[in-house]
């Protein structure tokens, strides 16, 4: 991710947004500090996050492991 002041963000407006329009992530600072990230506008959901994973489903271990038996809980209140 890109990291720039807020002068040179500025200064450079129009150009920074071509850049996240194409897709970069641009962190905005002061004193060295993040104060705001510019992002491009598209929803991310769920199944973007984890596609790559579906059509590889043949190379991931999907079982599910086996569940323990329940823990005694008598006593936790004392």
Same mark, same amino acid.
């Given at each position: 991710?890109?990291?720039?002041?807020i002068?040179e963000?500025?200064?450079?407006?129009? /150009?920074?947004?071509?850049?996240v329009?194409?897709?970069?992530?641009?962190?905005?600072?002061?004193h060295?500090?993040?104060?705001?990230?510019l992002?491009?506008?598209?929803p991310?959901?769920?199944?973007d996050?984890?596609?790559?994973?579906?059509?590889?489903?043949?190379?991931? $271990?999907?079982?599910?492991?086996?569940?323990?038996?329940?823990?005694?809980?008598a /006593?936790? $209140?004392?």
């Amino acid at each position: 991710m890109k990291s720039i002041s807020i002068v040179e963000a500025k200064a450079n407006f129009s /150009g920074l947004l071509a850049e996240v329009e194409a897709g970069a992530e641009i962190a905005v600072t002061r004193h060295g500090r993040v104060i705001a990230r510019l992002v491009p506008d598209h929803p991310r959901v769920a199944a973007d996050a984890f596609r790559e994973f579906w059509t590889n489903a043949d190379e991931i $271990d999907l079982i599910a492991p086996e569940d323990k038996p329940a823990e005694d809980v008598a /006593g936790l $209140d004392d």
